[in-house]
């Protein structure tokens, strides 16, 4: 096993901005480290790493990465 991204083996039909339409999504959780310019000591930057959600769409290739937080999906008319 390797790699820094868990390949679930899952697909999903989501919105894809750059499609503008909903596209098959390959599903992905990766670890991403939230620690910016913050002052984090060690000791603590580890934790500081949250699963992801990554999808990438399969018609244009656009990787995009969701934090499992509660994030307000955009809600905007196109
Ligand atoms: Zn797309």
Redesign the pocket.
């Known amino acids: 096993m390797k790699g820094e991204k868990t390949d679930i083996g899952m697909t999903a039909r989501e919105h894809?901005?750059?499609?503008g339409e909903r596209?098959e999504q390959i599903v992905q959780i990766a670890l991403v480290s939230t620690v910016n310019s913050r002052d984090v000591s060690p000791a603590n930057a580890k934790f500081a790493r949250v699963p992801c959600r990554v999808t990438t769409?399969?018609?244009?290739?656009?990787e995009r990465r969701e934090a499992h937080r509660r994030a307000r999906p955009p809600t905007g008319r196109s």
């Not at 894809?16 to 499609?19: E, S």
């Not at 769409?57 to 656009?62: G, L, S």
């Open positions: 894809c901005d750059v499609c596209t769409c399969t018609a244009c290739r656009t």
